[in-house]
């Protein structure tokens, strides 16, 4: 669906891999050029039209993701780099501070290096103790499974809303009302579910949220931490300097500026934040109740047509999201993707930054197909022709 | 060379490579040869003994280029003195990166002339001889 706002598409071009980033609507590129064509100015600095002009647009955003993900306040949204920085700042700027030596985060292993990375360094500098909530068969988190993970020691527990290999849907709601319950931190790894579906953090009863734009057709290098203000105003920034502060004195004493502004050292990156209001907006002009069914047809079309193909293996059949991972029968996924892209059709192969999941998985690398509102039918037909003819794939790769 | 000659040769070695699996035995240097770009990861064992390249073996996952490198790499390397290694790697190493090589010193070798078509294959085709490499920089394990 609307795929003619994209102006990639006027090449040849069948592109599968919008777990790793997204097109860009041809709206979301106008806007950011808009802001270096017409109205360049930093934000929260001047006195003149521009630089008011920036503020306004800006601070805006934080209420257009406010409202995206059902937050109380656009006072709890803080532009950060992306999903990655967003949250290693839960980790060291709020965790570090909050737990203590043994204190228990519980993770699993189909978590991307981005919500495990941290937590270990963390662990080497004060001592928590991370532990994997067991995974069923088909590599899905349950209820039963957190609960008997859970001890009196957990502080934490801190999972990906849909995982990037597997595409497993969790059970947000339920785990993150064990959490209140049990006074537990829930952190929560928005990058795949965000741009897919309708969000809310209060009916997860989550304390964080964190996303990236380039996932969800705005630009690169902007991303979103949500938290609970009372949370918030507890995190240390993990950046110090201009636009943060409100007073310094050569004593070393210094005052930070409220939440969200004190995580908003240095020039922010103001051009990304407008353009990913403006995708924002698109979305929601689409509706994501309309882009997650959307989704949900060309996967399980995706599912049928693939079974059509001799020699493929599926990993994910029963999973909810619309990311499908599978090999060719003897073929390295690597081959399956270089000879793919000789089609033009682009999809991951690899572990997907999800390294320790081949313990679970028994497999350690694999295709990933992850679909996004604009592809088409049509685009698996072409893959599905092009799959049942790989017999000849070393003609084409080697 | 032909290209469905260089082409059979590449899938035999890829389908059915050369000492794939890794022995628990004394004298082998162990080198872990991955790419941060790709995803091919393999574990290459090799033992010189009296002066030359006595065995090699690996193990893991990696790209058809990468692993039947590996085998062919394997077949052409056992028995080679320190010198003898040192020129084979150099010519290989030249044919790969374009520049000029003996190609009958390569012989087999010889099947990924014309990677350099594919440049992001490049690395692929060079990965296992990473090992030989660092063999190589030991020169006293030659004089033993």
Not at chain 1, 144 to 157: A, E, G, M, Q, W
Not at chain 1, 228 to 246: F, I
Not at chain 1, 297 to 324: D, F, G, H
């Amino acid at each position: 669906m609307n795929r003619e706002d994209f102006p990639i598409f006027k090449q040849d071009l069948i592109y599968f891999d919008n777990g790793a980033t997204t097109m860009k609507p041809q709206c979301v590129i106008d806007s950011m050029t808009d802001y270096y064509s017409n109205y360049t100015a930093n934000a929260h600095r001047g006195d003149y039209d521009n630089s008011m002009k920036v503020d306004v647009l800006y601070e805006g955003v934080r209420g257009k993701v406010r409202k995206l993900i059902d937050a109380k306040d656009a006072s709890e949204v803080v532009f950060t780099k992306g999903t990655t920085e967003s949250l290693n700042l839960v980790v060291f700027g709020f965790m570090k501070n909050e737990l203590k030596e043994g204190d228990e985060v519980l993770l699993t292993k189909s978590e991307h290096a981005s919500n495990l990375l941290p937590w270990m360094e963390l662990e080497k500098e004060i001592g928590i103790v991370i532990k994997y909530i067991p995974l069923t068969e088909d590599n899905e988190v349950t209820i039963p499974n957190v609960l008997s993970t859970i001890t009196d020691r957990t502080k934490v527990i801190s999972l990906a809303q849909v995982t990037n290999v597997i595409g497993d849907v969790r059970p947000m709601k339920e785990i993150g009302e064990i959490c209140s319950q049990r006074g537990i931190y829930f952190v929560v790894d928005g990058a795949q579910s965000v741009p897919h579906r309708k969000v809310s953090v209060q009916e997860m009863n989550a304390d964080f949220l964190a996303f990236s734009g380039h996932k969800m057709l705005g630009p690169t290098g902007v991303g979103v931490l949500w938290g609970k203000k009372e949370l918030l105003e507890r995190t240390k920034p993990l950046c110090y300097g201009g636009g943060m502060n409100t007073s310094f004195e050569s004593t070393g004493d210094f005052e930070l500026k409220e939440v969200p502004t004190k995580f908003d050292a240095g020039t922010p990156a103001i051009a990304e934040v407008i353009g990913l209001g403006r995708a924002i907006d698109y979305l929601e002009e689409i509706g994501l109740d309309k882009i997650e069914s959307y989704e949900q047809e060309l996967k399980n079309y995706l599912l049928a047509r693939l079974k059509e193909v001799p020699k493929i293996q599926i990993y994910n059949e029963k999973t909810a999201s619309s990311i499908v991972a599978f090999n060719i029968e003897g073929v390295f996924s690597q081959d399956t993707a270089v000879y793919l892209n000789h089609y033009h059709i682009c999809v991951r192969a690899g572990n997907h930054c999800a390294k320790i999941l081949k313990e679970q998985l028994g497999v350690k690398n694999t295709c990933r197909i992850s679909l996004y509102l604009y592809n088409t039918k049509e685009e698996i037909d072409e893959l599905i022709r092009v799959l049942k003819d790989a017999e000849h794939i070393f003609d084409i790769v080697l | 060379m032909d290209s469905n000659l260089r082409r059979e040769i590449i899938l035999d070695n890829y389908q059915h490579p050369l000492h794939k699996g890794l022995v628990e035995e004394e004298g082998y240097q162990k080198i872990r040869t991955n790419n941060s770009s790709c995803i091919d990861d393999l574990m290459i064992m090799v033992k010189v003994e009296e002066g030359k390249i006595k065995d090699i073996r690996f193990d893991g996952e990696a790209c058809a280029i990468s692993t039947s490198a590996t085998s062919i790499m394997i077949r052409n390397f056992i028995g080679k003195t320190y010198e003898e290694a040192k020129a084979l790697l150099e010519s290989y190493e030249a044919m790969i990166d374009e520049k000029p090589y003996d190609k009958e010193l390569l012989g087999e070798l010889n099947v990924y002339d014309e990677i350099y078509k594919q440049p992001n294959r490049k690395k692929c085709a060079l990965l296992p001889f990473r090992a030989i490499h660092q063999i190589l920089e030991d020169k006293s394990l030659f004089n033993k």
